[in-house]
């Protein structure tokens, strides 16, 4: 599984931001799709997740905020984040989870919240 991140970028604390992740590859075996963030000297969290099924997680911190969504055709995850804030700045990475638990990772997308 091959996993392309992209949507990242410097935005105004309030303002939004669209993160989209395309899955290539063995993607009949993906359960779960997600995206982390790890911010500098911060271990990466999870923000947001899906699984194949369509069910969603979210992290409380971005609860009502972000929102993320698949699209089944394109083989593509989006991480919708509204209402921005400063320590929203982190690198985003897309994640994929088979159904033997392996994880892949896509690269870093940077976001950047600032005035």
């Known amino acids: 599984v091959q996993l392309q991140a992209s949507g990242g970028g410097l935005v105004q604390p309030g303002g939004s931001l669209r993160l989209s992740c395309a899955a290539s590859?063995?993607?009949?075996?993906?359960?779960?799709m997600g995206w982390y963030r790890q911010a500098p000297g911060k271990q990466r969290e999870l923000v947001a997740g899906?699984?194949?099924?369509?069910?969603?997680n979210y992290a409380d911190f971005v609860k009502g905020r972000f929102t993320i969504s698949r699209d089944n055709a394109k083989n593509t995850v989006y991480l919708q984040m509204d209402s921005l804030k400063p320590e929203d700045t982190a690198v985003y990475y897309c994640?994929?989870?088979?159904?033997?638990?392996?994880?892949?990772w896509g690269q870093g997308t940077q976001v950047t919240v600032s005035s």
């Open positions: 994640n994929a989870e088979d159904s033997s638990w392996y994880n892949f």
């Open positions: 899906i699984t194949s099924g369509g069910s969603t």
């Open positions: 590859g063995s993607i009949f075996s993906i359960n779960f």
